[in-house]
């Protein structure tokens, strides 16, 4: 009896991984047409958007992926396959700025102020997808990242209407665990589209590229939501005068 009840259990086991190896693999081949490796193969864009990452790991040796990235959107930039940076990523901790990390590092390479603009709401893959088109009024834009992540970011953008393609940068040796964990991210981004029906965490206002606006420092009137207005939203978000307070910051709150 324990043998079958065992066995049983190795079954489900298998067909489930069989089920989320196989909608993996479902998800590369339908964005496949849309991924591009070769500089010169790539139709040029107005926007490139750049998913964010941390620019260092655990160990203090910087992120190659994160480099890897940045590189990346250098090279098409100096091309001329973009003509403008949107930096997606998250904003979460007063001490981890992803967007503006990028930023920095792509002043130093050079790219204008006026070239760069910052999303500090992409929380996930999903929000940096779906806000792009949203929020800053940009269709047929080109997403750079790794491949994996390339296929991920398409397909949500396929399911949402979204007209996309990627530029996949290079992506580290040994990346056995990180290609693991993105099969899991693939069920979740799955759940997210077709259970959960899941929109970005904050939405606002409508900002086209390109739009006139000024930078001072690090403070940007330009997107919709800057870093103090998030971490004014997550506050009022734990108390029960939400609704109100949302109205007061003049931004809304995806469900």
Not at 59 to 67: E, K, L, P
Not at 127 to 139: L, P, Q
Not at 183 to 212: N, Q
């Amino acid at each position: 009896m324990l043998k079958r009840l065992i066995y049983s259990l190795l079954a489900v086991l298998a067909l489930l991984l069989g089920t989320a190896l196989l909608l993996d693999r479902w998800i590369s081949w339908r964005t496949a047409p849309y991924v591009y490796e070769n500089i010169e193969e790539l139709p040029a864009s107005q926007v490139g958007v750049v998913l964010g990452t941390s620019k260092y790991v655990r160990t203090g040796v910087i992120n190659q992926y994160y480099r890897f990235r940045i590189q990346g959107a250098l090279n098409l930039y100096n091309s001329g396959k973009i003509n403008y940076l949107l930096l997606s990523g998250d904003n979460a901790l007063l001490s981890y700025n992803e967007p503006i990390t990028m930023r920095k590092d792509f002043m130093k390479a050079g790219v204008p102020a006026s070239d760069i603009v910052l999303d500090y709401a992409g929380f996930r893959t999903l929000d940096s997808i779906i806000r792009t088109r949203k929020v800053f009024d940009t269709n047929g834009f080109t997403i750079i990242t790794q491949r994996f992540h390339c296929e991920r970011a398409l397909f949500i953008a396929m399911h949402s209407g979204i007209k996309a393609q990627c530029y996949a940068v290079p992506s580290p040796k040994n990346m056995f665990m990180v290609r693991a964990r993105e099969v899991v991210a693939r069920l979740g981004a799955l759940t997210d589209l077709y259970i959960l029906k899941r929109e970005p965490r904050f939405l606002g206002p409508m900002v086209p590229i390109p739009t006139p606006y000024s930078l001072e420092g690090d403070e940007q009137e330009y997107p919709a939501i800057s870093p103090e207005q998030l971490f004014e939203l997550e506050e009022l978000n734990n108390t029960p005068q939400v609704p109100h307070a949302r109205a007061a910051a003049s931004v809304t709150l995806s469900k």
